[in-house]
């Protein structure tokens, strides 16, 4: 976001439109009002006017901080800033400690050198906080005597992949495993190690470990990781651990799926088919089976009036989605009554889905009117990201400010604005559903040319397009196995990625189906492993490595 500044400056102050103290005054504290104060920052403004919008900020991060010092007259709030973003280069030569301090962290120590290292552990002295990890970076082995694993685990968590990679990944004394899984960070240890392909030593030691009551998350990691060692049985124990403690139902499904996989025992599989949830495990037990999926709308009665709520307005919607948050079943005429409008299916879908969830799901397909040179398959493509993104709301603005229906980033409607034929005037134009999908459909090709299978473009959508990249060519991911693509799956290492992906793909099933062009996951699964047909990356080194032999 900081490095697309200058473009986002353009395109605000550039326009005839501008965010205005008034405006983000008369706004209740949210993310909403947060993207207009981000924007105000990046006007021509003054420094009064840039403290008065910044100390209405909800939950202030790096940057708006670093947003603000550059606006900002005051000394203290330029000095923070600046000591944070000093590079790990200049760390010996700043004089200050305070300064230091703030400039200081794992990731940045692992470019010092040892005395370095020594010297500003020596200097701060745990005076402005713990330092000692400084001294854990110095020793040459970590991870393999019980005496400073507090610090290492400081480090092993935040100094990054190729240092934990060089300094960690070997296996580990049944006494350090033991005093590891008794920490308060052994669920980030469990993470980091079982999601690097290159950890495979340690991964060696987690595999062989049983017992011990975790979050249901790390249990389902542990499962992972000994199905891929092959000890079934400790995978069992997690497995059960887990399933009994989530309470989500596509989390406890997975657990079930997986109890399927390693046992093949048909009562697990009936099981998921039973599930109120639609996610990939289930449609795929219920494929297995031969059984539909039945509990889903896809069309709503609606009424011809101009007043219904649309959910474009951001602040309009958020008022009325703390309303649909606290909607019972016997309360529910109300609100519907106030989105039954043609235009407003989107809204009262939401309505109906969240009030009588997990029961009937949303699969409405709003709109139609601005997908009309789209193919059935991209239609599909686009409502199953559209459904996971915003569940068809348009109004929607999200934490890191991606907009609209198919939240677009800042950045994205930046670049992509510069070649495509409609011009927003403002960042608000993208949560116009016609303007939202057009700019969405120029972002999406570029990832279908490379991505030839809806999992990995809901990959390349979600994560963007060079972490998709690095996933398929570093780690020997997604290759032919026993329990292949599905263990490459739960063990992708961005949480928000790995989900999203299994969600994407389960709304495309449905909405192919509903488009009469049903396909078979089992197809799409097979798709995944075979390099030469699911993306081009793969083909094209695979291409290479043939002209080479």
């Known amino acids: 976001m900081i490095r697309s500044s200058i ?24 993310r909403q009002k947060n993207f207009l104060i981000w924007q105000f920052l990046h006007q021509d403004i003054n420094a009064t006017e840039a403290s008065e919008a910044f100390y209405q900020v909800e939950n ?23 000591c944070m973003r000093e590079q790990a280069c200049n760390l010996p030569l700043i004089e200050q400690d305070d300064c230091l301090m703030l400039a200081l962290s794992p990731a940045k120590a692992t470019a010092l050198k040892p005395e370095e290292r020594e010297a500003i552990a020596a200097r701060l002295n745990n005076r402005f906080g713990n330092t000692e990890w400084l001294r854990a970076m110095n020793q040459e082995s970590l991870f393999t005597s019980t005496e400073n694993l507090a610090n290492e685990t400081i480090v092993f968590r935040l100094a990054g992949i190729p240092y934990r990679r060089q300094y960690f990944n070997h296996t580990l004394s049944p006494d350090v495993l033991d005093s590891l899984s008794k920490s308060p960070s052994f669920s980030q240890i469990v993470f980091l190690s079982v999601t690097d392909p290159s950890m495979d030593q340690m991964q060696v030691s987690l595999s062989a470990f049983s017992g011990g009551h975790f979050d249901p998350q790390t249990h389902f990691f542990l499962a992972m990781n000994s199905i891929k060692y092959g000890k079934f049985d400790i995978a069992l124990e997690h497995l059960m651990e887990a399933k009994g403690r989530f309470y989500s ?18 009562t697990y599989l009936n099981e998921l088919a039973k599930s109120l949830d639609i996610n990939m495990y289930v449609l795929y037990a219920r494929e297995q089976l031969g059984l539909p999926t039945e509990n889903y709308f896809t069309t709503l009665p609606t009424v ?9 307005d951001p602040f309009e919607w958020r008022e009325f989605a703390e309303e649909v948050k606290a909607s019972k079943p016997e309360t529910i005429a109300a609100l519907i009554e106030r989105c039954d409008g043609d235009d407003s299916v989107a809204v009262q879908a939401y309505v109906l889905e969240r009030t009588y969830e997990p029961y009937i799901h949303n699969f409405t397909m709003p709109y139609d009117q601005y997908m009309t040179n789209l193919t059935n398959d991209q239609k599909a493509l686009v409502y199953a990201l559209m459904r996971q993104e915003t569940r068809f709301i348009p109004g929607l603005i999200s934490r890191s400010f991606a907009l609209g229906l198919m939240q677009l980033m800042p950045f994205n409607v930046d670049s992509i604005s510069k070649v495509h034929p409609m011009k927003p005037t403002t960042y608000f134009d993208m949560l116009q559903p ?9 972002h999406l090709q570029h990832l279908i040319n490379n991505l030839h299978n809806p999992i990995l473009i809901a990959y390349g959508y979600n994560g963007g397009i060079g972490s998709t990249k690095r996933l398929l060519t570093e780690g020997g991911r997604f290759l032919p196995g026993e329990f292949e693509p599905f263990l490459s799956m739960e063990l992708i290492g961005n949480d928000e990625n790995r989900e999203y992906g299994k ?13 009469g062009e049903p396909v078979q996951l089992k197809a799409i699964f097979d798709n995944l492993i075979q390099p030469t047909q699911s993306d081009s990356f793969r083909a094209e080194a695979l291409k290479k490595n043939l002209v080479l032999k």
């Open 434 to 442: 016609e303007i939202n999908i057009a700019y969405s459909l120029s």
């Open 7 to 30: 473009l986002a400056l353009l395109l605000v102050t550039t326009s005839t439109w501008a965010v205005t103290l008034n405006e983000i005054n008369d706004k209740p504290a949210s």
């Open 304 to 312: 011809h009036k101009t007043d219904s709520i649309k959910g474009i």
């Open 503 to 515: 969600r994407v793909l389960a709304n495309y099933v449905i909405y192919k189906q509903i488009l």
């Open 249 to 266: 139902p596509i989390d406890r499904d997975k657990c079930t799926f997986w109890l399927y996989q390693i046992t093949k025992e048909e």
């Open 60 to 82: 202030v991060n790096e940057r708006f901080l670093f947003d603000y010092a550059a606006k900002t007259d005051e000394a203290e709030v330029k000095y923070t800033a600046s």
